[in-house]
């Protein structure tokens, strides 16, 4: 860019930052803040009561989460609960406006984009998950429509899931690798990381382990406990053990010991920012060749992309990870997928969207 800009980033309202409620969003939150703020941009992040960010001001609003749109149907309505977080969080946006050159939304929820026209500062939207309901998909086309300049993504695949596709800025993700160490030798288990949730569909890596009994480390939050314990019903002997849900500085040194990581979702993964953490430490990975791992993982090379759904085609690939070179999965992550590639990546957004303002 070519001077400093003040920005507000609005964070995800469907839980604090640091507790792993938002997903993979909160590490984007966390990087593109750090990376912007690195080079001279003044911020703020405007998240939830009890948000962690380090290095970075936020501006903690209380109020009820909103409910996590990925647990709902394709038709359910908009609903705003009493004291909502995200209209808090928008109310303060909408009386410190013009204290901002831009505001940056990282809520998928349906209010920031009906109220971006009311707004006298330009508000860019990151767009975190691929389609999902009905209701939000229609306001993020309008939005796209009156804006076309202001939509961001982290992937082709994720766009192709809209019909405003064509709109989309594609940013893909990256990560702080100085907080990745390489691990060349890694120990005897395989790894799965992210929400514990029917979408991200855990229980086919289970399935795979327990065929190959290859001990699988579980790593993250139990979003749904029933799920969880329907998996553990199911599959009462399969060599498994939950981890919990850890730090960065904590995850790295468990997940740089797993022979490969896998990615089975059962959905439209957007990205997938479990996948470059894994490539950082020199960690293969094995997904379905399914939305935004299969536009990460290079087949053959730093891991094995996988027919979606086959519990065998994990089978194959976790008897053959051993061949993949771990050095080749760091090297990528290396080349493509730095804070300094994102940043400049946003910049670039933000000049074209203020530009055109």
Not at 5 to 30: D, H, I, Y
Not at 76 to 84: A, G, L, Y
Not at 154 to 174: G, H, N, R, V, W
Not at 214 to 240: H, M, N
């Amino acid at each position: 860019m070519n001077q400093a800009r003040k920005l507000l980033l609005m964070s995800t309202p469907v839980g604090a930052l640091g507790t792993g409620q938002g997903g993979g969003v909160e590490l984007t939150v966390q990087n593109i803040a750090q990376e912007l703020q690195q080079r001279g941009h003044q911020l703020e992040v405007v998240a939830p009561l009890g948000s962690c960010l380090k290095d970075v001001r936020v501006k903690e609003i209380a109020g009820n989460f909103q409910v996590a749109v990925q647990t709902q149907s394709k038709d359910v309505p908009i609903t705003i609960p009493r004291n909502s977080t995200l209209g808090n969080m928008w109310q303060y946006a909408r009386q410190v406006q013009t204290q901002y050159d831009l505001l940056v939304n990282f809520a998928f929820d349906w209010l920031p984009f009906y109220l971006t026209p009311f707004f006298a500062t330009p508000i860019a939207h990151f767009i975190s998950m691929g389609s999902m309901t009905h209701a939000l998909d229609e306001i993020m086309e309008w939005t796209a429509k009156l804006h076309p300049d202001r939509i961001g993504v982290y992937t082709k695949s994720q766009a192709e899931t809209f019909a405003f596709a064509e709109s989309c800025e594609i940013l893909s993700s990256a990560i702080d690798l100085s907080l990745y160490n390489f691990c060349a030798t890694p120990g005897k288990s395989i790894a799965w990381l992210g929400r514990i949730a029917p979408e991200k569909a855990l229980e086919d890596a289970v399935a795979a382990a327990n065929i190959t009994k290859v001990p699988l480390k579980i790593y993250g939050k139990i979003q749904d406990r029933e799920y969880w314990q329907q998996i553990q019903q199911d599959f009462p002997t399969a060599p498994i053990e939950y981890m919990g849900f850890l730090n960065t500085e904590s995850l790295q040194q468990e997940l740089g010991q797993a022979r490969a990581l896998l990615m089975t979702p059962r959905w439209i993964e957007a990205f997938g920012n479990v996948a470059i953490e894994a490539l950082a430490c020199g960690v293969p990975v094995i997904a379905y060749r399914r939305g935004g791992p299969s536009e990460i993982v290079r087949d053959g090379i730093t891991g094995f992309l996988v027919e979606p759904d086959s519990i065998p085609g994990l089978v194959t690939a976790i008897e053959s990870i051993d061949s993949l070179s771990r050095i080749a999965c760091r090297q990528q992550a290396e080349t493509e997928y730095s804070l300094p590639a994102l940043g400049d990546r946003f910049e670039v957004w933000f000049d074209k969207i203020l530009t055109a303002h």
